[in-house]
Each structure stands twice: as structure tokens, then as C-alpha cells.
């Protein structure tokens, strides 16, 4: 069995090659060539979880995710997500590799997040704001400049010394004009691209904030309860999800809408892969706010992780001792 840890993963899932991976793997969900349970998840102590996300990916693997999910690591500079991919050989049954499940997830969620935007925003899109300073947070501000020319990002979060040195890293690492701003209204009020990526509990995104003909990508909230995005913004957009089951048993932003009694379930016209097909609408004028929401699908992590068990393969890396 291949052991794929931490900096292994980072080595290698490409961010523009894992775009495509996720575009296909969200193809393969809504097409019928994939299965996947709904994500179980046990709560724990102090606001943490656990969950446990099994399916299987045609033509590849199948296997399950065991992750931990502890927000309050955020505050201390570690992943919030940890645990494991394990990936089964289709032909035999027999599990393969164990991958490095906090790394794998911070990639695959921003890459997807990059599809959904090529999907759904304006071609000529090139501002955007970023809600949130941390790991998911840095890995869109990777992400996105692989589907779009962009000019500038706007950065909000709590902590304006944060977002201050958030905005840095941009500039410095990415090459990329980047402001950080005092309010979540301001960073956002230009944008072409917003993306939401905190640990809020309650709405932090407005509708009466964001422009006409911007792409919304809701990432922060994975389960249901807290929201980052209030309920009239999620009557307004065209709203499309990564798993149509997933996002209506536990997308907290379209709950909540649903409960205020602003939508009914057929708001969520459908999946992210049915655009990305060519079978579903998605972007119909330019004036559309168009909202994707990501809640994490096995599918992605299985995409990724064979994608890097077949790298592994070829090029020598992985181990069977230390998993870090």
C-alpha cells in the first residue's frame, strides 16, 4: 500500500490539472458514472465533527474519506480538516493507498470552486473578493487566476492585520493587485468573482451588497447550521450545487432560504456537472447572479487521490512508514 502524505500531495495535485480533474469528476456525478452515499457526519465537543464520505468513481476507484473537521485549529495556523483518503484497486478489491485527506481536500475544494467560476462567470470577469483569510482562502486565490484574467482581489476577514498580510502573500506570491478592505459590503461590491470561505456562523455575505452579473462560490459552510450568505442573495441567484441531494439535506444557506419560506426545492436547478455537460443551463444573461454551492463530494477526492496514486506509480514518491 502507497502512502501519500502531506507534502507529497502539495508536490504534486497541480492546481490547473486538479481543475480539470474536478470538472470531470462532477460530470461523472451527474452523469450517472459515479455512486456516492450522503456524507455522514457526527458531531462532536466544542463544535467539531466527523465524517465519513464513501463512494465510488467509475473507470477509477472507490474508497471513503475519514475527516475531522476542527475549526478552532484555523486560529492557530492548522488545517481544520484531517484524516484519510482510502483508495480501493477496482479490479481486486484491495485497498491501494492511504492519501493525506486535509491536503487533497484544501486543493480539490478550491479547484472545483475555479470550475464552477468558468462555468458560471462572465467571461470578461476579472475582479475578485475573497471572504476569509485562511488556508481554503489562499488556495482560491491560487485557483481562480487558472479560469480568468484577474486584475485584482479584494480580501476581507475579521482581523484587518490578517487580511493585511493576507493581501501581501498575494501581491508577492501571485503576482495579482490585491487590497485587503474593513467590510465584507466593500470587498465585494466591485466583484466579478466572490468567494466565501470562513468559518462564520451567521450570514457575512448580503445580497443588497453583491452587483449584478457576479458568480457567488458559497464554500465556507459544509454542513448544516451555519451560513455564510443570507437568504434573500440565495432567492436572487441562479443557484446550482455540486450534489442537488447533498445541498438540500445539508447546504445551510439554502435551508435557511428554504425555511424563511423564500424558495422551494426546485431553486436548486441542479448540479454544477450538469452545467459543465452542456445538459443545463447555466449563466443566462449577463445581469444573472449565478451562485454555486460547495459542500465537498467524495467524487473529488476520489479523482484526486487516483490521480496522484497513478503519479505515485510513475514517479517514485509515497511511503509505507510516516504519514506526515
Given at each position: 500500500m502507497i502512502v501519500i502524505g502531506r507534502k507529497d500531495v502539495a508536490r504534486h495535485l497541480d492546481p490547473a490539472a486538479c481543475i480539470g480533474l474536478m470538472r470531470d469528476a462532477m460530470i461523472a456525478l451527474?452523469?450517472?458514472?459515479?455512486?456516492?452515499?450522503?456524507?455522514?457526519?457526527?458531531?462532536?465537543?466544542?463544535?467539531?465533527?466527523?465524517?465519513?464520505?464513501?463512494?465510488?468513481?467509475?473507470?477509477?476507484?472507490?474508497?471513503?474519506?475519514?475527516?475531522?473537521?476542527?475549526?478552532?485549529?484555523?486560529?492557530?495556523?492548522?488545517?481544520?480538516?484531517?484524516?484519510?483518503?482510502?483508495?480501493?484497486?477496482?479490479?481486486?478489491?484491495?485497498?491501494?493507498?492511504?492519501?493525506?485527506?486535509?491536503?487533497?481536500?484544501?486543493?480539490?475544494?478550491?479547484a472545483a470552486s475555479a470550475a464552477a467560476a468558468d462555468a458560471l462567470a462572465r467571461p470578461d470577469a476579472r475582479r475578485l473578493a475573497i471572504l476569509g483569510y485562511g488556508e481554503q482562502a489562499w488556495h482560491h486565490a491560487a485557483a481562480l487566476p487558472h479560469v480568468r484574467a484577474l486584475s485584482h482581489i479584494a480580501v476581507w476577514g475579521r482581523s484587518r492585520e490578517k487580511a493585511e498580510a493576507f493581501a501581501a502573500r498575494i501581491r508577492a506570491d501571485l503576482g495579482i493587485a490585491a487590497t485587503a478592505v474593513a467590510a465584507a459590503g466593500e470587498a465585494v461590491a466591485d466583484a466579478d468573482i466572490i468567494c466565501t470561505a470562513t468559518a462564520a456562523a451567521d450570514p457575512i455575505l448580503f445580497s443588497a451588497d453583491v452587483p449584478d452579473g457576479a458568480h457567488v462560490n458559497l464554500v465556507g459552510s459544509s454542513r448544516a447550521g451555519p451560513a455564510e450568505a443570507d437568504a434573500a442573495l440565495v432567492a436572487r441567484g441562479r443557484l446550482f450545487a455540486d450534489h442537488r441531494a447533498g445541498a438540500l439535506a445539508q447546504g445551510a444557506e439554502i435551508l435557511r432560504a428554504l425555511q424563511a419560506g423564500l424558495i422551494d426545492e426546485s431553486h436548486v436547478l441542479g448540479e454544477i456537472g450538469e452545467v459543465m455537460a452542456g445538459t443545463l443551463p447555466g449563466r443566462i444573461a449577463a445581469a444573472d447572479v449565478t451562485l454555486y454551492k460547495s459542500l465537498g463530494s467524495i467524487v473529488q477526492d476520489l479523482a484526486a487521490g487516483w490521480h496522484l496514486y497513478r503519479l505515485a506509480r510513475e514517479r517514485g514518491f509515497g511511503t509505507d512508514a510516516a504519514f506526515d
Open positions: 451527474s452523469t450517472g458514472n459515479s455512486r456516492q452515499l450522503l456524507r455522514q457526519i457526527v458531531d462532536l465537543d466544542g463544535g467539531n465533527a466527523f465524517g465519513v464520505m464513501p463512494g465510488a468513481l467509475d473507470g477509477a476507484t472507490f474508497g471513503a474519506k475519514l475527516v475531522s473537521v476542527y475549526p478552532a485549529r484555523a486560529a492557530l495556523g492548522e488545517q481544520t480538516h484531517q484524516g484519510i483518503i482510502v483508495l480501493h484497486d477496482p479490479a481486486s478489491g484491495t485497498p491501494v493507498a492511504l492519501v493525506h485527506a486535509g491536503e487533497v481536500t484544501a486543493i480539490r475544494t478550491a
